[in-house]
């Protein structure tokens, strides 16, 4: 990259920043979600990102495995070998 192209690229970079931080606020956010992905896009995105939240937290894999044991009306012993899935098993009781 020629010191010239960095340049403009740094400019353009400076440029765009306060319209993404616009296009980030939750109202506007909300607004450009149902513009493209229709009424339900809002509900959808918060579910996933909700999900995505407790995924990180570590406990999605316990609520799965109490929920399908709950579904199933077992403990699922093949699965429930596994240390992870005891101790989810655990933090639910």
């Given at each position: 990259?020629?010191?010239?192209?960095?340049?403009?690229?740094?400019?353009?970079?400076?440029?765009v920043?306060?319209?993404?931080?616009?296009?980030?606020q939750?109202?506007?956010?909300?607004?450009?979600?149902?513009?493209?992905?229709?009424?339900?896009?809002?509900?959808?995105?918060?579910?996933?990102?909700?999900?995505?939240?407790?995924?990180?937290?570590?406990?999605?894999?316990?609520?799965?495995?109490h929920s399908?044991?709950?579904?199933?009306?077992?403990?699922?012993?093949?699965?429930?070998?596994?240390?992870?899935?005891?101790?989810?098993?655990?933090?639910?009781t």
């Amino acid at each position: 990259m020629t010191p010239g192209t960095s340049r403009l690229a740094e400019a353009s970079t400076k440029f765009v920043l306060p319209l993404i931080w616009l296009a980030q606020q939750p109202r506007v956010e909300r607004r450009m979600m149902r513009l493209m992905w229709g009424p339900d896009a809002v509900k959808l995105i918060g579910s996933a990102r909700e999900l995505h939240r407790q995924a990180e937290e570590g406990r999605l894999a316990a609520a799965i495995v109490h929920s399908t044991s709950r579904l199933w009306g077992t403990t699922m012993n093949g699965f429930a070998s596994t240390q992870a899935a005891r101790t989810a098993s655990a933090e639910l009781t």
